[in-house]
């Protein structure tokens, strides 16, 4: 399969160790190998201006901002970026407001490895 564009290097930002090595460890039996991580938004915004990743799977609740708040963010400096909110609190509400703002994708907590394989397919057909 040929992709759109490529859609390494991705960044995994969490605050929970588990969730990181869980989504890492499905990614990289999807077959991908840049995958980087953060526990915040104040360690990953060094990494995406280093980086520059084509995707970024985003935690809703972090300790040092409101994921919607580092979504909106994203979008604006970096658009080249897909952004996939991950989120234990998955009500209507809460993924639509994600769409509205701009996030590729959601994955509600806890995810699983077909879960985000269909994310990562969906991903491979945007321009």
């Not at 991580?37 to 972090?62: H, M, Q």
């Not at 708040?69 to 998955?90: K, R, W």
Request: hydrophobic share 40%; proline share 6%; charged share 30%.
């Amino acid at each position: 399969m040929e992709f759109v564009r490529p859609l390494e290097p991705i960044l995994i930002i969490d605050d929970v160790k588990e969730i990181r090595d869980y989504l890492n460890q499905i990614l990289t039996e999807l077959g991908y190998e840049d995958i980087l991580e953060s526990v915040d938004f104040s360690s990953a915004k060094p990494v995406i201006d280093e980086k520059s990743p084509n995707v970024i799977f985003l935690d809703v609740d972090l300790p040092d901002s409101d994921g919607t708040d580092i979504l909106e963010f994203i979008n604006l400096t970096y658009p080249q970026a897909h952004v996939v909110m991950c989120s234990g609190h998955n009500s209507f509400e809460n993924v639509q407001n994600t769409w509205e703002l701009g996030a590729k994708g959601f994955i509600a907590k806890p995810f699983n490895a077909k879960k985000v394989d269909t994310v990562m397919k969906r991903l491979e057909l945007i321009d």
